[in-house]
């Protein structure tokens, strides 16, 4: 659907948005080393000796470490994995044609995107699959309620959806369990 250069300009921002991903996870984790530092030994990050007393051996600081180092490499190493992984999708798996229909759900906290998949021959008019969007072009929001003619890309290990190529763009799925449900 797209031609090379709409695809070099997918891919790329594909990579910004997994570095800023990577970016404010290492933020994370790094807040979670300094307060693991806080705990071990208050003065290699600066703290004055006589002030030490406070932070060291402190367990507020150890469970702050835990809390912040934990998920942050967990979103970094996700992210990155993800991101390798989406683009390994994308450039060595063939894609099926399918009917895509764009759906959102907006609540006080958030704004969720989620595309509906169909066979394109499917007569009957249900979604197979319904995949949570991660990443997908500002003019998305044209296309809400539509039914476009798309060009799927399927994680050969798991079978579901990974990638849909559309007319304007590519809508990449969002990795993880529970993103992408197959409807009955």
Do not use: C
Not at 110 to 127: I, N, P
Not at 156 to 163: E, H, L, N, V
Request: proline share 4%; net charge positive; aromatic share 10%.
């Amino acid at each position: 659907m797209n031609n090379g250069m709409n695809q070099k300009n997918e891919l790329r921002r594909l990579n910004r948005h997994s570095f800023r991903v990577g970016l404010a996870s290492l933020a994370v984790v790094l807040f979670g080393i300094i307060s693991l530092l806080l705990y071990i030994n208050p003065t290699s990050i600066g703290v004055p000796p006589g002030n030490a007393g406070e932070y060291q051996g402190n367990l507020i600081w150890l469970s702050v470490a835990i809390i912040f180092l934990l998920p942050g490499l967990a979103f970094l190493i996700t992210a990155v994995r993800w991101s390798y992984r989406l683009k390994w999708i994308y450039r060595s798996q063939k894609a099926r044609p399918m009917r895509l229909h764009i759906d959102v759900e907006e609540d006080s906290d958030s704004t969720s995107y989620y595309a509906l998949l169909q066979s394109s021959d499917e007569t009957s008019g249900k979604s197979e699959w319904r995949a949570s969007l991660w990443l997908k072009p500002a003019s998305v929001k044209d296309d809400i309620g539509k039914q476009l003619d798309a060009q799927v890309f399927f994680d050969p290990g798991s079978g579901k959806p990974a990638i849909i190529e559309y007319e304007k763009g590519i809508l990449w799925i969002m990795g993880g369990s529970g993103s992408v449900l197959k409807l009955s």
